[in-house]
């Protein structure tokens, strides 16, 4: 970790106002952004010895914006993509992905999840949630090795299904494993946190949804899951309970500000009122969405008030962990759904891919923004590429133009993860070819055929 002067740029702080300096620089003092302002009011005999980043002359000013944040992805099935496309759900879960999940090892989900934050960060992500992880104990382990910063937690299921033997978990012992993974990660790394997690409500009892939900209340936990994601779950919840998922949770009082909720695609205008009213926290997975899900009505949360943040979900069902892309489809998608060009625009996208996803995970006073004071979470975007070129609007042409080839240096906390397009901490070449070793391997063991 060093100090960084980041000047001659464009700085989009993503507060409250939306202030973007057009000429401005920011210090960086260890872990937290030590100053930043117009550069006419730098002071450079104040940073002695700081490293200097800025765009070379003649060309256009880099582009500083808060390091984006993603509240979904599975980073232990990274090693899966490209093994369940072009299938039904069924074929996907029952003979591609769930046997994929029941062979991994802890050295598999290491290397998974170390390339998924590989491609996070070369995109700009700077900090993630797991969605529903084997072996978090590995993921987390990836995370303080990367730099990035990250919440893990536990795949969790207690109701018997078609799931593989080694993905089961009787009430009892699922309560026992969240709880053990709280107690190793949970305020006790500053790069690394720990959440509850119950997997859907296809195979998770009341009893676990209940006792999870008093747990995240009493501790102040998150808890993530999928809800309403398809129209066979809210069918199978309707026949079990008589109502739908949403409305089975409010009853259960299982709607809180600590549920992360990912898709909740088949809902309605009732079901989102329960959820602002309960300040639920509403993934947005759109990629994934498109491919199995289908499209959540996400400019009515967004007009309700809802801070709808941002992940690229399951690596099987996207193919690409770079939020960019997923920036990119949640501020077309909409558009068509909603026949309204003017559906969530490029400024309410920045907001959920950087504070929105800052407030879900409860970090909106250390990161989402760029202020003095909180972390020094910050990518720096050089605009001087064919994609970014004419740059008109800059909102509309970060979400609708560029690519994740724009994003050229990337600091979590302070620590240099990538500059100018190099990775800094984690080898690109071995984890490439690791990746590619051991994603064979588990298809073999696994038994899966293509």
Not at 141 to 163: H, K, R
Not at 203 to 210: N, Q
Not at 374 to 402: F, G, R
């Amino acid at each position: 970790m060093g100090n960084y002067l980041i000047t001659n740029s464009k700085i989009m702080t993503m507060n409250e106002a939306g202030d973007v300096l057009e000429n401005g620089y920011i210090a960086i003092k260890d872990s937290r952004i030590q100053a930043i302002g117009p550069m006419d009011t730098l002071e450079r005999q104040m940073y002695p010895g700081y490293k200097e980043f800025t765009a070379p002359p003649y060309a256009k000013p880099y582009v500083v914006l808060p390091g984006f944040i993603q509240t979904h992805i599975h980073t232990t099935q990274a090693l899966g993509r490209g093994l369940a496309d072009d299938v039904d759900l069924i074929v996907w879960t029952r003979k591609r992905i769930w046997p994929y999940e029941a062979a991994l090892t802890p050295d598999d989900a290491y290397i998974s999840a170390m390339l998924g934050i590989a491609e996070m960060i070369k995109s700009g992500t700077t900090m993630f949630c797991e969605a529903s992880g084997e072996h978090p104990d590995s993921i987390a382990q990836a995370v303080l090795d990367s730099g990035i910063s990250g919440t893990v937690c536990l795949s969790t299921m207690d109701l018997p299904g078609e799931i593989p033997e080694a993905l089961r978990m009787t009430t009892h012992e699922a309560i026992e494993r969240n709880l053990a993974l709280i107690e190793r990660w949970h305020g006790t790394e500053e790069r690394v946190d720990g959440c509850l997690n119950i997997l859907n409500l296809f195979l998770s009892s009341e009893t676990l949804w209940k006792e999870f939900t008093k747990l995240s209340k009493e501790r102040n936990l998150l808890l993530q899951s999928h809800v309403a994601e398809s129209k066979s779950e809210v069918e199978f919840v309707k026949e079990k309970t008589g109502l739908t998922p949403v409305r089975y949770l409010d009853s259960i009082g299982a709607l809180t500000p600590n549920l992360l909720a990912a898709h909740l695609v088949f809902i309605d205008d009732e079901e989102i009122d329960l959820l602002h009213r309960n300040g639920v926290n509403v993934m947005h997975l759109p990629a994934a969405e498109l491919r199995i899900a289908g499209f959540a009505p996400i400019a009515k949360e967004l007009e309700k008030g809802i801070p709808v943040s941002l992940g690229t979900n399951s690596p099987p069902c996207n193919n690409r962990m770079s939020i960019m892309d997923d920036m990119w489809l949640a501020g077309l998608m909409h558009k068509a759904v909603n026949d309204d060009p003017a559906a969530v625009p490029a400024k309410a996208v920045l907001r959920m891919a950087t504070i929105n996803g800052a407030k879900a995970l409860k970090r909106e006073h250390q990161t989402g923004t760029l202020e003095v004071g909180k972390l020094a979470d910050i990518t720096i975007m050089d605009m001087n590429k064919v994609c970014a070129t004419p740059t008109h609007d800059l909102e509309s042409t970060i979400v609708y133009q560029a690519t994740s080839e724009v994003v050229d240096t990337v600091f979590a906390r302070g620590e240099l993860l990538m500059e100018h397009g190099r990775l800094t901490t984690i080898d690109e070449g071995w984890i490439i070819r690791e990746a590619e070793r051991r994603a064979h391997s588990i298809v073999k063991r696994a038994g899966i055929k293509l």
